[in-house]
Structures are given as C-alpha cells and as structure tokens.
C-alpha cells in the first residue's frame, strides 16, 4: 500500500494562509490523492481531492508537485475553526481501503 | 438527508459481553466501512461492504463481525468483547460515480466504546 508522510504538527496565526505538506514518493499513476480532516471528536470530513492537476473548492487549494511524489493543502484563510487533525490519503484503484496516517495537527493562534 | 448516522453514541461494555453497533445513511450510497480510532492514532479499517449481502475484511478484522442486510445499514458486532475494543467507532459510506481510488467517503460522529 503506497504510504504518505506528513509532519506531526504545525502552526498558523489567524487569518494567514496555510500551507500542509504531504509526500508519498511511491505513488502509483492512477492513485488519487485525498485530503480530510478531524474536527475534535468528531468524524474525518472530506476537504479536497485530486489526480495530477491543481484543484480549488471553496473549503481549499491542493497543489500537486509535477512528479505528484508530493502535495500541499493550501488554506488560504485559516480561522479557528480550522484547528483540526488534516489527514492526506492516497486512493487507489482497485482497492476499498484507505490508509490513514496519523495526520497532521493544525493549531490556529488568535 | 441526515448523512451518515451511528448508534449507540456512547457504550460502556463488561469483558466478555456483546453489542451491535448501527450505522445508517440516506445517501443512497453502495459502499460503506467501518474503521476504529485509538488515541492519538489515525483510522484503521475493520471491515467494509460493496454492496447489499457482501462484506470483507478490512486491516484489523478480528473480533468483528459485519453485515449489510439493506442497502442503508452496515452493522458492527462484538461478539465477547475484550479490553482492546476500547476505541471510537467510525462508520463512512461512499458512491464511487467516479471510480474507485477517487471516491469521496462520509463519515459518521463515532460511537465511543469502552469495555472494562
């Protein structure tokens, strides 16, 4: 199962953009690359997801680098509400099962 | 739609003991899987379904058991519950109009269970 790699924690001040980076150097050419996060004790929800091409929705930006061995989720005005566990997951073809990681923490400061 | 629900929200279960877990969604959706979150740690998959009457094992199988008689309800058993089922729950379920690989799962709130 093709892995992802994301840092432990991060942190952004109110209202600045937010970049998290995801690597998963050994992605097949047909797996997807989602984004979803973990609101405390709550449910994941999804945020983002693409194949090769930038995508924006009105929740983010995903940036995939060209040889897609890497992406980042892009917040671009993070509020507090955005404090949340930000899971990056590879979906691949063929098969139901999705590999969570630990994800990265997002704390936002006031 | 309600989305994706989940009973019981919280459960307290004795070693030994059993329980059915429910999950319900209204979204019509042919996918749905059950994953387990310990503290600190991401999802693991147990069990999921592709469809009404099927089943399969996910990463951490034992000790659950599943079925989907309706399309809407994927149910959870323990059937002797043990100390390391202490977890959250979660149930998801998914429509892969887009092929699986970029299907987008809905998640439930969690049922957080403790067995003693």
């Not at chain 1, 690359?33 to 091409?53: A, C, D, F, K, N």
């Not at chain 2, 003991?17 to 693991?44: F, I, K, V």
Request: glycine share 8%; proline share 4%.
């Amino acid at each position: 199962d093709a892995k992802t790699t994301q840092p432990n924690s991060m942190e952004s001040n109110e209202e600045e953009p937010v970049h998290l980076p995801c690597n998963h150097s050994t992605i097949s050419g047909t797996d997807y690359i989602h984004w979803y996060r973990q609101l405390p004790s709550q449910g994941p929800e999804y945020v983002i997801h693409g194949l090769t091409s930038n995508v924006n929705n009105r929740m983010a930006s995903l940036a995939i680098a060209e040889d897609r061995k890497s992406s980042t989720l892009i917040l671009h005005r993070a509020t507090l509400r955005d404090a949340a566990v930000y899971y990056c997951i590879l979906g691949s073809s063929g098969t139901y099962k999705y590999i969570f990681g630990t994800g990265t923490r997002l704390k936002v400061l006031a | 739609n309600a989305g994706v629900t989940q009973t019981p929200k919280f459960r307290v279960l004795k070693t030994g003991q059993s329980m059915t877990l429910l999950c319900a969604q209204d979204m019509n959706h042919e996918y749905m899987y059950w994953y387990r979150q310990d503290p600190g740690m991401g999802l693991r998959l147990i069990h999921y379904s592709v469809g009404e009457g099927t089943t399969a094992k996910g990463e951490v199988p034992d000790g659950y058991n599943v079925s989907r008689l309706k399309k809407q309800n994927f149910l959870l058993g323990l059937e002797s519950a043990a100390p390391s089922q202490t977890s959250v729950y979660f149930c998801a379920s998914s429509y892969s109009a887009s092929g699986v690989g970029a299907d987008t799962q809905y998640f439930g709130p969690g049922t957080r269970l403790t067995v003693l």
